[in-house]
């Protein structure tokens, strides 16, 4: 496993479960895709709210693991 501490999001949507997936959306058509695929899979994963809003996916931390800056972001431990 790796740890989540090297990816720079993580200090804004700090892990609860950092051995689970970590899922960046929003809750639009696309955002959801993954999180429905997750569901039917049974896999565990966290998911995190990314504001539009805010700008969050704007933001220094998001942009710096996922630089196009789009939604569902996922990372696999």
């Known amino acids: 496993m ?3 501490a090297g990816f720079s999001i993580t200090r ?3 892990p609860r479960h950092p ?3 970590q899922l960046y959306s929003l809750p639009t058509p696309n955002g959801q895709k993954v999180g429905v695929m997750l569901e039917e ?3 565990p994963y966290e ?3 990314v504001d539009f809003g805010s700008d969050d996916q704007k933001s220094l931390e998001f ?3 996922f630089p196009n800056g789009k939604i569902p972001a996922l990372i696999d431990p």
């Open 19 to 21: 051995q689970r997936l």
């Open 41 to 43: 899979c049974g896999l």
């Open 12 to 14: 804004k949507w700090p």
């Open 47 to 49: 998911a995190h709210t």
């Open 63 to 65: 942009l710096g693991t």
């Open 2 to 4: 790796q740890d989540l």
